[in-house]
């Protein structure tokens, strides 16, 4: 059984893990979520649930307008060949949430099984403020870049920051 909001925010309590929710219509994409940008401050958020050849799973987090190839982001989050979108029914298997409602919260009911790699993109991870789905479309929760990564540890997972959009790759060029 997949972990419930009220489970969630209690998890944030356990781990002295500050947050702070905003309930708003349901969102379903990256797109309808825009009117929530000037409503919600903070850093607003896409993730991708990928899968590579050989059945390895990722959670791939990065700024709502990140510019992400999948083409080439193989090498940088370590998958075996290329990434594909993961399908609806292993998402909810996996991370307990439906398309549209992907949030690194999910990895919440990753934690015994630890079968998702979870990555955060490096520009991203700039952000004082990042906003994620508390596991449904229809609300925001604020958290800290900090906080993020140690929610992610209180997981069992060792989140890495990399640099997986083209923006954070060419920062990372230019230094």
Known sequence: MPVSRSQLMS??????IPVSTIDHEPVFTVAESAGLHERIP???????????????????VALHDATIDLKRISPVIGAS??????KAD????????TPGSVTPFSILNDKEAQRVSVVFDAKMMK????NFHPLLNDASTAISADGLMAFAKGCGHEARVL???????KVTEDL
């Open 11 to 16: 998890f944030f309590d356990e781990l002295n």
């Open 42 to 60: 903070g850093g607003h958020t896409k993730n991708l649930f990928l899968k590579d050849k050989k059945g390895n799973l990722f959670l791939v």
């Open 81 to 86: 060949g290329r990434v594909s979108f993961g």
């Open 90 to 97: 292993l998402l909810e298997e996996v991370l307990g949430v």
């Open 127 to 130: 952000q004082d403020v990042l």
């Open 163 to 169: 640099a997986v959009s083209e923006e954070a790759q």
